[in-house]
């Protein structure tokens, strides 16, 4: 049997106590700054300063280390979502310069810029409460700002120049905030119901104008037609009556059926008839 009477609780506690005391202070004193993060440095919660990826140390209870998300971050402004939202926004809801409403699509790539980490920090004491905070309204307004510029119709078929400009705006706004622009593409515009509609019709008449175009064309291709052959036919029939009467007149019309005859003399005759080609005058 165990013999208890010798163990000193006492000193097992004292034991135990400066173990735990140690490994307080081991994982108080050392920790890791992730790839694709940046700490931010706080004693007695004044700011002294930041880290860089790697293992680091501070002071127990004096100090803490503040980790600020700097990898690429994505603002998709689609249909699916409410507006606000970084990881899943509406559409920007703008108008165009003929005061037409218009929701726009846009994707923004940025990242926060390390060297803006401790000013970060101070003002939003993270990354994801400054992208609501300073990157998305900026994205909105600036799409709204450029959105003004042109009319409905240019926005679709000039989508791609407008996208270029909201990427170098956004290029000369965001870094002076502390963010770095990666990308942003501008995929889309749509319009209310009753635009669409008005557009679908104007489609429509278009098509429907150019159809009957093409049929009074057609029209008045075969009426010209028409017009050609009778003028063809009235100058043939001028042409033979000149050579009738130049060339003797019923003489010829005679000359002209002899010329046709085949030498057979009807085999019947109606009363008081003259043989055909037989003048029996005097």
């Given at each position: 049997m165990i013999d208890y009477s010798n163990i000193n609780i006492s000193k097992i506690a004292?034991?135990?106590?400066i173990s735990i005391g140690v490994l307080i202070l081991l994982f108080g004193t050392f920790g890791t700054i992730g790839a694709g993060e940046i700490g931010v440095r706080t004693r007695f919660s004044k700011v002294v300063g930041t880290i860089q990826p790697g293992i680091y140390m501070k002071v127990p209870f004096m100090e803490q280390v503040h980790k600020i998300d700097i990898k690429v971050k994505t603002v998709d402004y689609d249909k699916n979502g409410v507006e606000g939202d970084a990881m899943d926004t509406s559409a920007l809801s703008a108008s165009s310069k003929d005061l037409q409403a218009v929701w726009a699509n846009i994707v923004v790539?940025?990242?926060?810029?390390?060297?803006n980490a401790i000013e970060i920090y101070t003002n939003y004491r993270s990354a994801e409460q400054f992208g609501f905070a300073i990157v998305e309204?900026?994205?909105r307004e600036t799409v709204k700002s450029i959105t003004a510029q042109y009319t409905a119709e240019e926005l679709v078929t000039k989508r791609l120049e407008i996208s270029d400009k909201v990427f170098a705006l956004l290029s000369e706004q965001l870094p002076s905030?502390?963010?770095?622009l990666s990308q942003s593409n501008l995929t889309n515009f749509d319009f209310s119901p009753?635009?669409?509609?008005?557009?679908e019709d104007k489609v429509t008449a278009v098509q429907n104008a150019e159809t009957q175009k093409n049929k009074l064309e057609q029209i008045k291709y075969e009426a010209q037609q028409t017009i050609e052959t009778a003028k063809a036919t009235a100058e043939a029939q001028r042409i033979s009556a000149q050579a009738l009467a130049a060339q003797g007149g019923s003489d010829y019309v005679q000359l002209k059926a002899i010329e046709k005859w085949d030498g057979h003399l009807p085999t019947q005759m109606i009363p008081n008839s003259s043989v055909?080609?037989?003048n029996l005058k005097n």
């Open positions: 004292k034991n135990l106590f790539n940025y990242s926060v810029n390390p060297m309204p900026i994205i905030k502390g963010a770095i009753a635009f669409n509609k008005a557009i055909p080609f037989l």
